[in-house]
């Protein structure tokens, strides 16, 4: 909105500030001064950004009064003042059918009237506004709503047809407004009519047949006030926000009509006319009662002084100081048995309550005048739940090398019902912002994928990656009753992200392995479905992804993308992806570190060289190990594993199993070696091993 | 001296024995190789040739002089020679000693040298994400201040939303935030309707609901809205919340907590000041803006020139949003109690503290711009 200093200033003729001082006080009181522009002999342009609940301020006047309110200085009343009118046959005939949604309504006649452009200050400071000058008529009912904020209305009342009626719109009744447009009425929208069509949208914009033409001889003034919800719906539902739509709808005040209606007939008739009769004004008791003569409320300066504390001036906001800023807005103040009784301008319909008070004397006192103090708290300090646990994953992750990022919390439908843990449980958006963000994820893997394919079209080749974040499901029965929300972790890599070598299922399994490690569980172990078997997610590769069980619960699910949903990505590598339930994960208890006795004894080593069936898996041979049950065996690894070769049978491979052996009593002896070692190979060929030379 | 190079002794008194050796000893640290194998390393060839010299059994210098002397030398005059002689030949082995020691093993050494220079290999560290990171740094701030952290739902209601945020249903104020819906609500009353939470806010009400007074809570969290995406503006976007309730919390006491953040988070010579404004759910209401970070407050481009930057929103708790908690807990009568709340972009401060020009970035999985954080 904009606002000219001199408009201003001609309501509080005694400012003695420059208007970047008078901008930056505005400003400090929350009437906010965006940008000032220097008009020369003109004084200034102010660039404002008005709060939603200060629709009072949203005009000269308004800021005017503000002004005046913050140096203290009188305000000039709005010059309504008219020629005397001629008598009319009758008073305009005026009825208002819905009283609660129209709380007054206005109307004057004018006869004779010179249609025209504007001169004179209309003319100017249309200008310097870089407002649209119309014709004397329409502008007129513009610049009282620059002026002060009253929006009004002045038809060509020859196309009107025996009166004004107030009235809801009849079901399909159609209205043309002023914008051209042919709209179809809703029974909620209220209209000002004539008895036998609607003629505007009350509050809202007026109507094609009645506008003011340059034929328009005789005008009917109307200054009105409606109901703000009436005129937020009709607004809406027909998708058009006006001037008037934005203040009605913010309450205006229920004591601006006489005074607009006045001040716009005023600006017309200078042109030519005259005024035939009285002012009609049909007032609604019940919405006075509502507005203008709402019941005062109490307020206790004790209060100020509880809510807003102490001020850099020892003696704090007296109860004269509060009472001045109060009246300096339109209050008026009385003697009450707890205080005092306050009784609000009609203007301020936001203040309703003795704290809107309050705020409006902290905000004219000065925010930056109260001290900066510091509570003190007895209360104790709680960590969530699972903040240990979170941090325990997102540390272990970047010290592998994994780097973190956000995805959006959107996916597409295709992507939906692929990556959802149940089926049929991702959640629709009502009004996506567009089609591929048209469901809540259902898991993160989605998001995985487009990031690591979005640095692959960048050539960034080598990508480890991982997000932290929420999944959603639901049911779309009875319209989502619920939304689920779980804690889920997506990771992904490609390339040579995570050593010198292509990422493979071993990268990927070994940083399950460290994640997992940092959990308490008593037992984790990884095992993946046949393809046929449904039961393994199908964006998965089935040859080379697996499942992570935590206490027999699947926690994930990692592998290698399935080709073919790697091709309908397009992505020109391969991609090795994993999903952790952390809903499930963060069940178990993080691994508190518990130091085991360090042998003081010289560990043995032995390596053996196997040629085992291709059928024989690690885990078999290591549970075959594991039987022979002999606790010096402090732990082995599989050194080297081949397969192909000149010096590899067909349908077997070969295995380097290095074993260590350990005692805590004793040093252990050559013979005890060798029998456990023949132990070790017994085991081997028992898996249909053989040893190797 | 004699021909044979052995050089005579005057007699075999302890001063005579002396003296010889003293004009051994001279002779010894003329040898070139002798002096160079203390500094700059000498060829393996030339230190063989210096061993052989002096110590070697059949040519060796030490082994002629001993033998002749010792020959001719009187019974009791063979210990102190003896004894002189081996002082000398231990001095003579340990410069040999030090020379395998660093001399020799310094030339093999030489050869095995690399290029400094070249760049070292690096392994990958994975990068927290700056939001997260600022997130921590904010969140750590209140925790030091005796908050404790609270999170809630992304997917709301209506009513913790909205409604009782003091936004009543209709109300002008919700059209500032453009909301993303969940599908098929419309049969649900207005309260009970999924949306995406548009603000971090309605876990305030959600703690009271919970907790008895007093509360001091910081809230981190994820919220969207129908906002199309541009350079500032993203429909995800990160807040942190926070809400400090107790009896006797004063709007003095929100500005000294804010401050003292403020300049927590962006050094001790920052300063605030607060502007009237308005939320729904506070009254008194502020904007708060920081005095600039990078240029002081002298002016800058960060700062558009005006040396304030705004960061967040903040004010005293409505005691309408109180009367809705009340219906849960009745500890919270606003006659009794008070409190403030406040709240602020996350990426917006990430942004700004990083020099990041476009939010897109953040939500873009883009290594070129994640690995800068590592």
């Keep these: 909105m904009r606002i000219l200093s001199n408009w201003i200033r001609e309501y509080v003729p005694g400012i003695a500030v420059s208007d970047r001082e008078l901008a930056d006080d505005l400003t400090l009181r929350g009437i906010a001064v965006e940008g000032v522009f220097d008009l020369g002999a003109h004084g200034s342009l102010f660039e404002m950004d008005i709060t939603t609940n200060r629709v009072d301020a949203m005009n000269h006047y308004g800021i005017a009064r503000e002004a005046a309110t913050i140096y203290g200085l009188p305000l000039k009343a709005v010059d309504a003042s008219l020629p005397p009118a001629r008598t009319g046959a009758r008073p305009y005939p005026v009825r208002i059918e819905e009283p609660k949604l129209c709380g007054r309504f206005t109307a004057r006649v004018l006869r004779d009237v010179r249609i025209a452009p504007s001169t004179g200050i209309v003319a100017e400071r249309f200008r310097l506004l870089e407002q649209k000058p119309i014709a004397n008529a329409v502008d007129a009912t513009n610049y009282v709503t620059l002026a002060m904020g009253h929006p009004t209305h002045a038809f060509d009342l020859d196309k009107v047809e025996g009166g004004i009626v107030v009235r809801r719109a009849r079901k399909g009744e159609k209205l043309k407004t002023l914008d051209g447009v042919e709209r179809t009425l809703d029974p909620d929208d209220l209209v000002v009519a004539d008895e036998k069509k609607a003629l505007a949208l009350a509050g809202v914009i007026g109507g094609w047949d009645t506008m003011i033409t340059p034929e328009t001889k005789n005008v009917l003034v109307e200054a009105a006030w409606f109901d703000p919800g009436t005129v937020r719906r009709a607004s809406k539902r027909h998708l058009v926000h006006t001037d008037a739509s934005h203040r009605f709808e913010r309450g205006a005040d229920f004591n601006a009509p006489p005074v607009a209606n006045a001040l716009v007939s005023r600006i017309i008739l200078e042109s030519g006319g005259w005024i035939e009769g009285d002012l009609v004004d049909v007032v609604a008791p019940e919405a006075e009662a509502r507005t203008a003569k709402r019941a005062s409320i109490g307020f206790r300066v004790s209060e100020v002084q509880r809510i807003l504390g102490p001020t850099d001036d020892e003696q704090g906001i007296t109860a004269a100081a509060a009472e001045s800023i109060l009246t300096g807005l339109g209050c008026d103040l009385s003697s009450a048995s707890d205080g005092q009784a306050v009784t609000l301008p009609s203007w301020r319909l936001d203040l309703e309550r003795e704290i809107d008070l309050i705020e409006e004397i902290a905000r004219v006192y000065g925010y930056n005048r109260f001290r900066n103090t510091l509570p003190p708290f007895a209360g104790s300090v709680v960590e969530l739940p699972w903040a240990e646990k979170e941090a325990a994953v997102r540390g272990t992750l970047l010290a592998l090398g994994f780097t973190e990022a956000i995805s959006s919390s959107f996916c597409g439908a295709e992507d939906a019902a692929l990556f959802a843990r149940e089926p049929g449980s991702a959640v629709a958006i009502g009004n996506p912002l567009s089609e591929e963000a048209g469901m809540l994820r259902p898991s993160l893997v989605p998001g995985m994928l487009e990031m690591l394919a979005l640095n692959l079209s960048r050539d960034v080749d080598d990508a480890a990656l991982f997000e932290l974040g929420t999944a959603f499901s639901g049911s779309p029965e009875n319209g989502y009753a619920r939304v689920e929300e779980r804690p889920a972790l997506a990771v992904g890599a490609t390339g040579q992200a995570l050593g010198s070598g292509d990422v493979d299922f071993s990268d990927m399994k070994g940083a399950m392995e460290a994640l997992l490690g940092r959990f308490a569980a008593r037992s984790v172990y990884f095992d993946r479905f046949p393809a046929a078997s449904g039961l393994m997610p199908a964006w998965l590769h089935p040859g080379r992804s697996a499942r992570a069980a935590v206490d027999g619960a699947t926690v994930a699910w990692f592998g290698q993308l399935h080709p073919a949903e790697a091709e309908r990505r397009k992505l020109k590598q391969t991609v090795w992806v994993g999903e952790v339930w952390l809903d499930r994960l963060y069940k178990q208890d993080p691994r508190q570190p518990a130091v085991r006795e360090l042998s003081r004894f010289q560990a043995v080593r032995r390596d053996f060289s196997v040629l085992l069936p291709e059928r024989v898996t690690y885990a078999a041979l290591s549970s075959a190990v594991d039987a022979l049950a002999i606790p010096e065996i402090q732990g082995y690894a599989a050194k080297e594993v081949l397969r192909g070769g000149r010096q590899i049978p067909e349908g077997q491979y070969s295995l380097l199993l290095g074993v260590v052996f350990q005692s805590h009593e004793r040093t252990l002896r050559e013979e005890e070696v060798q029998q456990w070692s023949r132990e070790v190979v017994g085991a081997l060929e028992g898996m249909g091993g053989k040893l190797r030379g | 001296m004699q021909d044979d190079g052995i050089p005579a002794l005057k007699g075999w008194s302890e001063a005579e024995l002396d003296a010889a050796f003293a004009a051994l000893r001279s002779e010894l640290e003329k040898d070139d190789v002798f002096v160079a194998l203390r500094g700059s390393p000498k060829s393996s060839e030339e230190i063989e040739e210096f061993r052989l010299r002096w110590l070697g059994r059949k040519q060796g210098r030490l082994k002629a002089i001993s033998d002749a002397w010792l020959k001719a030398a009187p019974a009791d005059a063979k210990k102190p020679l003896g004894q002189r002689f081996n002082t000398l030949k231990a001095l003579i082995e340990a410069r040999l000693e030090s020379a395998a020691g660093s001399g020799m093993a310094a030339i093999a050494l030489d050869a095995e040298a690399i290029d400094i220079t070249l760049p070292g290999r690096r392994r990958k560290l994975g990068a927290e994400h700056p939001l ?239 690995e800068q954080f590592a």
């Design chain 2, 132 to 370: 997260i990171r600022t997130q921590h740094e904010i969140v750590g701030i209140f925790q030091r201040m005796g908050y404790s952290v609270g999170v809630g739902p992304e997917v709301e209601t209506d009513y913790y939303n909205f409604e009782s945020l003091n936004f009543p249903p209709g109300h002008p104020a919700r059209d500032t935030q453009d909301t993303l819906v969940v599908a098929g609500q419309e049969r649900k009353p207005l309260r009970e309707r999924l949306l995406m939470r548009t603000h971090t806010s309605p876990v305030q009400i959600r703690t009271m609901e919970r907790q008895a007074p007093p509360v001091r809570i910081v809230i981190p969290g994820k919220v969207h809205r129908n906002d199309a995406a541009d350079a500032t503006h993203s429909p995800i976007f990160h807040q942190v919340e926070g809400l400090c309730v107790d009896v006797g919390i004063t709007f003095a006491d929100l500005k000294g907590t804010l401050d003292h953040a403020m300049k927590e988070l962006f050094g001790s010579s920052v300063r605030t000041r607060f502007f009237p404004s308005f939320f729904p759910f506070t009254e008194p209401s502020a904007d708060v803006q920081i005095s600039c970070p990078f240029c002081g407050g002298a002016g800058c481009r960060k700062c558009k020139q005006s040396g304030w930057i705004e960061l967040l929103g903040c004010g005293m708790v409505d005691p309408a949003v109180f009367g809705f908690v009340q219906q849960k807990q009745p500890g919270y009568d606003p006659e009794k109690i008070s409190g403030f709340a406040f709240g602020m972009g996350v990426d917006r401060i990430a942004m700004m503290k990083y020099g990041i020009g476009e939010i897109g970035l953040l939500y873009s999985g883009d290594l070129r711009f994640l």
